[in-house]
Structure formats: structure tokens, C-alpha cells
Nanobody
């Protein structure tokens, strides 16, 4: 069984920064895309940023220039550096990772449990 371990959420003032991290635990043989989604109260879950196995990145327009997604393939970890945070960034942030599991080599998309980010003065 593969699970995602997320960390880094919390409360921050507008203009502040936070870094989220996420790594899969369990028996995996490879990772494809890794990404972060968020869901604010009363809204649909939306893609924030994603990074492919080759390092190509994609961002929501609302976070471009403020957020940076990166991955450490040696540690199987994805990060989301969030700078210049705004109150509208307040949401539960979910990690999403595509993995190949051992020994079947089956491909799965796995979701984290979510971590709350609150931007408030």
C-alpha cells in the first residue's frame, strides 16, 4: 500500500511564505508526475502546480511568479514553495503523485490527506 506523507501547512500572514513537502511511502518502483492541488471552502479542487518526471512544470495562473514546485528524485519528494501568500490562497492543499508499485508495476494515482494553509492577518 502506498501513502503520501505531507507536511508544511500552517498559518501565515499575508506576504509570508510556506513550504509544503510530500513523499510517498511504500514499495514503489517509479514516479511519474507529482503535483499539488488545493480546495478552498465552497470551491472545487483545483490544480496549483505540477512537475513531470522530466522536470517540466505547470502552474495555475493565480500562483505564477509566487509559487515554485520542485522535486528531489533521490528522495522521491515534491516541494511547493509558496511566497507572497495572499488570503485567497487559504485552502487545504493536497499532494497527488503517480507511482508504479512493486511487484505488479501497476500504475496508481495517490492522494495525500491534505494540509491546511491559512493566510490571515
Amino acid at each position: 500500500q502506498v501513502q503520501l506523507v505531507e507536511s508544511g501547512g500552517g498559518v501565515v500572514q499575508p506576504g509570508g511564505s510556506l513550504r509544503l513537502s510530500c513523499a510517498p511511502s511504500g514499495s514503489i518502483s517509479g514516479i511519474r508526475a507529482m503535483g499539488w492541488y488545493r480546495q478552498a471552502p465552497g470551491k472545487l479542487r483545483e490544480l496549483v502546480a505540477a512537475v513531470t518526471s522530466g522536470g517540466s512544470t505547470n502552474y495555475a495562473d493565480s500562483v505564477k511568479g509566487r509559487f515554485t514546485i520542485s522535486r528531489d528524485n533521490a528522495k522521491n519528494t515534491v516541494y511547493l514553495q509558496m511566497n507572497s501568500l495572499k488570503p485567497e490562497d487559504t485552502a487545504v492543499y493536497y499532494c497527488n503523485v503517480g507511482v508504479f508499485i512493486r511487484p505488479s508495476m501497476k500504475y496508481l494515482e495517490v492522494w495525500g490527506q491534505g494540509t491546511l494553509v491559512t493566510v490571515s492577518s
